[in-house]
């Protein structure tokens, strides 16, 4: 297969990458090096299956060529990250919305029908404090210009890009909203939990934990999420519908933390931040986020092979001491 990935020397992409590469199959990864970061596909660069773009989507000559050569495209190029999505909110619709209208256009164009799958996130149910989180329950948006609000809605307009893209040229799109993903090269730079408290505990340092730590996530492993994906996109039946991809384990913050310290053997301590020194002060902290999963068992049989405890002593194990924003 032709595998073009947007975003494919991200976190999220560089793992789709080392899928596919194993599988046998042909790897285009175009990125921008935003978030993205060379490092992460170092170890496949010079593999004779793969090819690396710097480009910018939205400026990038070859997206109609990439388009119309790929069986199967992974759109993952987004503006992503806490701190990022805070301090560039112009790029936020820019990006994530002026990409993925540039991607789905130049596939309804080519001639042909690749399988597409869209990242959409579990930030599009927006401040809903549901104990679980389904796919057809009615998302919750306030008025506000902070940039989280402009991310879950960003995200929401790449299904509803999705859909009609669907409905109107038959395209094969699978929508995946990804709850917290985790693992092996996520960096903490622009704000994932699970790697700066890693940063923190490897180098003994407190770990910061906003708010009260009360809050709660449901992290899952990012080979997990990517073989989720690789899944739906040959699913006919998911295309077009929105499908919660993630894991039902539901940790608070404060616990994560103390879960790190164990697996570390850190001698660290635990501080609180406040939620508005850690973002600023129209900061809209979400408590909760759960997904349900029965869609994407039904649909895929998907059964999750890492636990958290997994993800933490690997994302230990590939270790890169990295530049910590904020409280660092
Ligand atoms: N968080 C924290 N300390 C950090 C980074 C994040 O306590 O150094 C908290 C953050 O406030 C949120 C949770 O961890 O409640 C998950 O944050 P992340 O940015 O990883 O994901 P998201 O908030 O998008 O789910």
Redesign the pocket.
């Given at each position: 297969m032709n595998i073009l990935i947007t975003g494919g020397a991200g976190f999220i992409g560089s793992h789709v990458a080392t899928f596919h590469l194993e599988r046998g199959d042909e790897v285009v990864a175009v990125d921008d090096l935003s978030t993205g970061n060379p490092a992460n596909v170092e170890a496949f660069k010079s593999h004779p299956r793969f090819r690396f773009v710097h480009a910018d989507l939205l400026a990038w000559p070859g997206l109609a060529g990439a388009a119309k050569v790929a069986d199967r495209i992974y759109h993952l190029a987004a503006v992503v990250g806490?701190f990022r999505v805070l301090k560039d909110p112009v790029r936020i619709t820019k990006v994530n919305v002026g990409a993925t209208e540039a991607l789905l256009e130049a596939v309804a164009t080519s001639g042909h029908l690749p399988q597409v799958v869209i990242a959409s996130s579990?930030?599009v149910y927006g401040r809903s404090e549901a104990k679980e989180l389904g796919e057809e329950d009615d998302v919750v948006f306030t008025p506000h210009d902070g940039g989280l609000t402009g991310y879950g809605l960003s995200k929401l307009v790449n299904e509803i890009q999705a859909h009609a893209y669907r409905e109107s040229f038959g395209l094969p799109v699978a929508v995946a909203r990804l709850f917290?993903a985790a693992g092996p090269r996520q960096t903490?730079t622009y704000?994932?939990?699970?790697p700066?408290?890693v940063d923190e505990a490897v180098k003994g340092k407190p770990l910061?934990?906003?708010?009260d730590?009360r809050?709660t996530?449901s992290f899952c492993d990012v080979r997990d999420t990517v073989a989720a994906l690789d899944l739906l996109a040959g699913c006919r039946a998911a295309y077009g519908v929105p499908v919660n991809v993630g894991t039902t384990r539901e940790i608070s913050?404060l616990d994560l933390a103390k879960l790190v310290i164990e697996r570390t053997g850190s001698n660290s301590e635990i501080t609180f931040v406040p939620?508005d020194e850690?973002y600023g002060a129209h900061f809209e902290?979400?408590m909760r986020?759960r997904p349900v999963v029965r869609r994407l068992q039904e649909l895929t049989g998907f059964r999750p092979r890492f636990t958290l405890e997994n993800t933490i002593d690997d994302l230990v194990s590939s270790h890169r001491p990295a530049p910590l924003h904020a409280?660092a």
């Open positions: 806490m579990s930030s917290n903490g704000g994932f939990v699970v700066r408290f910061t934990v906003y708010g730590g809050q996530r913050i939620f850690a902290h979400i986020r409280h």
